[in-house]
């Protein structure tokens, strides 16, 4: 049995190597250096970071990567897949290209011609309803104008889930709790990044971070609660009102349809919602 500061520290350490690869996707990343974050052996490092994700570090990387470039194949057209393959991390176009048509089953090339509207996952909500975008009222989604902003960098304390369902209403009652407990943060303006695509990634893996807005204040994090910050830059931004699983609708529509028509490419596929009210712990 584990003492509970060694768990705590763990999950501290797997926090700020998980930002790191998820930061640095474009780069060469060895697991000596990773381990080296952590201060820990090669070993050690590879079975605390399977225990945390249930992947290997190798397979985590190679998957994000190909996510990412999924992402990124559908929503910067102007981009070449080279270039494409180079800003995640491969090696080259060839082996972008094969290890791309053994995880999606098909090539970059078809994928960005229309092939990626025949993949399917296990999320049957985003698969099976259909969404009217130029409407002004999308069944439960009131949209507004989309505006490009320029913001500031944010400050955040956070904590990791997987999976996108009801799950999360428990993630973000602990959270709370958490911050109230030990961090006296009583009313924090509450913020969640959805990092995955829910049309290529499933449900149950799709990882969905539960932050808060800690602004200039100093907080020393320990365990499932780590610190990172939303970086400064230019956004599209929109203000809508909906059921938990209408924003995997809007993402959808905003990243397949909306972007690709538009004169921006996306830096990432990561989006963030600042919460005017919660539906997962509001009720009414």
Not at 66 to 85: E, G, K, P, R
Not at 207 to 227: L, M, Q, S, T
Request: proline share 2%; glycine share 2%; charged share 25%.
């Amino acid at each position: 049995m584990q003492k509970r500061s060694t768990i705590n520290e763990h999950k501290e350490k797997m926090n700020q190597v998980i930002s790191y690869i998820h930061g640095n996707l474009s780069s060469k990343l060895l697991v000596v250096d990773l381990a080296y974050i952590c201060s820990y052996s090669e070993f050690h490092f590879h079975r605390i970071f399977k225990e945390t994700t249930n992947k290997s570090v190798s397979t985590y990387i190679k998957e994000s990567r190909l996510q990412l470039s999924a992402n990124l194949l559908i929503f910067n057209q102007n981009s070449t897949i080279i270039d494409i393959a180079q800003n995640c991390g491969f090696k080259s176009s060839s082996t972008f290209a094969n290890e791309f048509k053994k995880y999606f089953d098909m090539t970059p090339s078809c994928w960005r011609t229309n092939g990626y509207k025949n993949y399917k996952t296990d999320n049957f909500l985003i698969n099976n309803k259909k969404v009217d975008f130029s409407s002004i009222e999308i069944k439960n989604i009131e949209i507004k104008n989309i505006e490009i902003k320029n913001i500031d960098k944010i400050n955040t304390i956070y904590m990791r889930h997987y999976g996108y369902d009801q799950s999360i209403k428990e993630i973000w009652q602990r959270f709370l709790y958490l911050l109230q407990k030990d961090y006296s943060i009583n009313t924090p303006e509450m913020i969640a990044f959805l990092y995955s695509n829910p049309s290529i990634t499933d449900t149950k893996d799709c990882r969905y971070v539960v932050c808060a807005n800690i602004f200039n204040k100093k907080i020393k994090v320990r365990g499932d609660i780590g610190i990172d910050y939303i970086p400064s830059g230019l956004y599209a931004t929109i203000r809508y009102k909906g059921k938990y699983n209408d924003i995997l609708h809007l993402y959808k529509k905003l990243y397949y349809e909306w972007l690709p028509s538009s004169q921006y490419e996306a830096v990432s596929s990561a989006a963030y919602i600042i919460y005017y009210k919660n539906h997962f712990i509001e009720t009414n």
